[in-house]
């Protein structure tokens, strides 16, 4: 069973930066691909970003294209999400997501085998 622990979130204005982290911990697992969703109130969980956690492909919604990098450590098992220009419609809360199977399509949040618990992020006008 694998465990996604999220953190880094918090209250910034508009224009700041925030970096997220997820630690993925448990026994005997492996990851084909690391995703951050974002759930504002009243609103769906939508993609984020995602990283497969071999080679070099990242993906990104387009709101968010440009301003947010993901990256991660393989040694460490972690994921970043660094966020820049951040604006009030980044108001979320944010989850990271593993793929354990190999069988996601990436920004398809029901093809997500394990789930943080999320972070909030504020961001004010």
């Known amino acids: 069973q694998v465990q996604l622990v999220e953190s880094g979130g918090g209250l910034v204005q508009t224009g700041g930066s925030l970096r997220l982290s997820c630690a993925a911990s448990g026994r005997s697992f492996s990851i084909y691909i690391m995703g951050w969703f974002r759930q504002a109130p009243g609103k769906e969980r939508e993609f984020v970003a995602a990283?497969?956690?071999?080679?070099?492909?990242?993906y990104y919604a387009d709101s968010v294209k440009g301003r947010f990098t993901i990256s991660r450590d393989n040694t460490k098992k972690i994921v970043y999400l660094q966020m820049n220009s951040l604006k009030p419609e980044d108001t979320a809360v944010y989850y990271c997501?593993?793929?354990?199977?190999?069988?996601?399509?990436?920004?398809?949040?029901?093809?997500?085998?394990?789930w943080g618990q999320g972070t909030q992020v504020t961001v004010s006008s």
């Open positions: 997501a593993a793929d354990l199977d190999g069988t996601s399509r990436v920004t398809y949040k029901y093809d997500y085998d394990a």
């Open positions: 990283i497969r956690w071999s080679g070099i492909n990242t």
